[in-house]
């Protein structure tokens, strides 16, 4: 990077309040303490397909998007990005967020897990985010159900109804307030999620080994295991799908300058980022501190190359 010239970045965050355009904000700080130059700009927006579009568009140069194993879908060209693949998205780094995609039940219902739930065929109000080509809570919705055996027409066709949010903390509200009977939502760290297990019964439906195996095929969506306790009403080993990582990524013809830059702010300048959540629980923290440059660079997607040249000098 020139230093008569430092670039000026353009950022795309989440809805502005939240933890996406915080990453920007600490991104185009340092990297103007780095360069003398402040001129960025951050966009806002829903931190999930719209980001990786406006990359691939070339509309910005960085984004921060989750959950972070979504970003193999934009370069393989499945689920939402069969008619415009991203082959040219690049990881900077990966910054630890353990979130998965629930599926909760109130246990009045009686309906224990998805194939009693397919006997049932109880009439349902779900609340959930539109599944509407950029949502990538509301294509894991409908990727959960589809892979459990239940098309969400179905449930329409048991005389159901959906009910949409735009974020957990919507739908959580949505589902307390509408007195709704299920809720398929992230965010899982959140005293949102905690409040409602606290205050209700709630039944939480596991993925099985074919569904999960289905997903992963279908949409290269992992799982993870939720421990029994960690919130009340989930008294197994949880499987569902996996939402972790808030990813921050470019395009490959991002100058080796600016992504070698960017990945030694993330690594360098750790604490100070961190030091924004450790007032919180691990266990209510968005953050999964510490964070370290051996995840930073564990990444679902191939590294930027001057990113990796930049981790790997650092013997990790």
Request: proline content about 7%; charged content about 25%; overall charge negative.
């Amino acid at each position: 990077m020139s230093p008569d010239q430092p670039p000026s970045l353009r950022f795309k965050g989440d809805w502005g309040a939240f933890n996406l355009t915080r990453i920007c904000g600490w991104l185009a700080w340092e990297f103007g303490r780095r360069t003398g130059r402040y001129e960025h700009t951050i966009h806002t927006g829903r931190g999930m397909a719209d980001n990786l579009w406006a990359l691939g568009r070339g509309e910005v140069d960085v984004s921060v998007a989750t959950p972070a194993g979504f970003a193999r879908m934009a370069r393989q060209g499945l689920g939402l990005f069969t008619q415009e693949p991203i082959p040219e998205l690049r990881a900077l780094g990966c910054l630890p967020h353990r979130d998965a995609l629930l599926v909760a039940m109130r246990a009045r219902l009686g309906i224990r897990t998805m194939p009693e739930l397919r006997e049932a065929k109880p009439s349902l109000r779900v609340v959930l985010a539109p599944n509407d080509g950029e949502s990538f809570m509301g294509l894991g919705a409908a990727a959960v159900l589809r892979a459990s055996g239940l098309e969400p027409q179905e449930i329409l066709d048991w005389g159901g109804e959906f009910i949409y949010g735009e974020d957990p903390s919507e739908c959580l509200s949505l589902f307390t307030n509408r007195d709704a009977d299920v809720v398929i939502q992230e965010a899982i760290m959140t005293h949102w999620w905690h409040d409602v297990a606290e205050r209700d019964d709630l039944v939480f439906l596991s993925l099985d080994e074919d569904a999960a195996d289905r997903l992963h095929r279908e949409l290269a969506i992992d799982t993870v295991t939720i421990e029994p306790g960690y919130l009340r009403g989930v008294e197994q080993p949880l499987r569902a799908a996996d939402f972790s990582g808030w990813m921050v990524v470019a395009r490959d013809d991002l100058p080796d300058e600016v992504a070698t830059a960017l990945a030694s702010i993330l690594v360098e300048t750790r604490d100070f980022f961190e030091s924004q959540y450790t007032h919180l629980p691990q266990r209510f923290s968005p953050l999964t501190y510490p964070i370290t440059p051996q995840g930073l660079a564990a990444t679902p997607i191939p590294l930027h190359p001057a990113a990796e040249h930049y981790y790997n000098s650092l013997s990790l």
